[in-house]
């Protein structure tokens, strides 16, 4: 009996234009939650913060775009890519946390719903193209991922649309240091059903969501300023607690993917985790191989983060893109490679996917 497989096969993203170095936050008023100044100057800050993130530059939207728009240009890409008639899509599945957020504004859009948008923004007709949206932090397109394989593998799905948004700059606190992290962005995948008896695609994942004390690691709060409008909420997250949980547990969701797929450790050639942190994205994969007993290979994790910033659903689709196209430095895909994704975010929840090129 041939085996269905669930196959990248072609993929998109959209990098704003709008560059932000860390020097465009020297002039901001940073404030401590209580509402005090820090004991530092944002020069020493914004060190430090490089030190820990890996960042130095971001991208933002053009004011006058939307997470919808960085969407369908992502969208449009992928679907060139992978070379098929838009209207022949059963899915269109897009990850986000915000939605739209107009610019100047506080508040979240999802009437219609992102996919909706991105299905009238491709100009499709056909009403069989289901279009949603999930809402599962930063690991919301790979949790797209993980539906869309699944719907090909219950035969109820062919050719899916899988993408990841975010306009992060639209709601970030300009009194929190934290608002250096973020940024925005999009990417895509198109996941088709082949006939390929397992030659390619997705080989297995894993899915996890803590609540019981975790649930308001990432939240919504009022601004740093106490003069500043507490009915306006801004992201907000204790840092320290997402850190812990994130190399607590991510490492082990990914070991639990990889044991599933029945891959070696020593076959993964690549793992694509969420840009969240440098140094947490580290300490997470080495806890990975760490569990394995082997030794952490060179070159096996490609990060954007140093110039992109942390635009939540939109790293990993994003990286994968970059990669998949010879555009990452000293990062390459060849036919048969085993990757790994993983992510981490609001929820809590993680996921992780083992993938054969």
């Known amino acids: 009996m041939t085996k ?125 193209c289901v279009a949603f949206d999930v809402i599962f932090g930063c690991p919301g397109w790979l949790q797209g991922l993980i539906i869309a394989d699944t719907y090909i593998k219950a035969g109820q799905a062919k050719k899916c649309l899988i993408i990841g948004a975010e306009t992060l700059s639209r709601v970030l606190d300009p009194h929190e240091r934290d608002s250096m992290i973020y940024s925005d962005g999009a990417g895509a995948c198109v996941l088709e059903a082949k006939e390929n008896n397992g030659e390619s695609g997705i080989l297995s994942w894993s899915v996890r969501t803590d609540t019981l004390d975790e649930a308001y690691y990432l939240f919504l709060g009022k601004s740093n300023n106490p003069d500043a409008d507490p009915k306006v909420r801004y992201i907000k997250m204790f840092g320290r607690k997402i850190y812990e949980y994130a190399i607590s547990n991510v490492p082990a969701a990914m070991k639990d993917a990889l044991d599933k797929s029945g891959v070696n450790i020593a076959d993964v050639k690549k793992v694509f985790i969420h840009q969240a942190n440098e140094k947490m994205d580290e300490a997470m994969i080495k806890r990975f191989y760490r569990l394995y007993k082997h030794p952490e290979p060179e070159n096996e994790m490609p990060m954007s983060i140093h110039l992109l910033g942390n635009s939540s659903v939109g790293t990993i689709p994003t990286l994968f893109d970059l990669v998949k196209k010879g555009n990452c430095e000293k990062h390459e895909l060849n036919k048969g490679d085993v990757i790994l994704f993983a992510s981490v975010g609001a929820g809590m929840n993680i996921n992780a996917a083992v993938y054969r090129v």
């Open 4 to 128: 269905i497989s669930a196959v990248i096969t072609g993929t998109g993203s959209y990098i704003p234009n709008v560059k932000v170095p860390n020097s465009d936050f020297a002039s901001h008023n940073f404030l401590q939650p209580d509402g005090t100044p820090y004991p530092h100057t944002n020069e020493e800050l914004s060190i430090k913060f490089k030190e820990i993130t890996g960042i130095a530059e971001r991208r933002y939207a053009e004011p006058q775009q939307d997470a919808s728009d960085l969407a369908i240009e992502a969208a449009k890409i992928a679907v060139e890519d992978a070379g098929i008639d838009p209207e022949t899509l059963d899915l269109i599945i897009v990850g986000s946390n915000f939605g739209d957020v107009k610019t100047g504004t506080i508040q979240t859009d999802f009437l219609p719903s992102i996919a909706s948008r991105v299905k009238h923004g491709l100009k499709i007709k056909n009403p069989a």
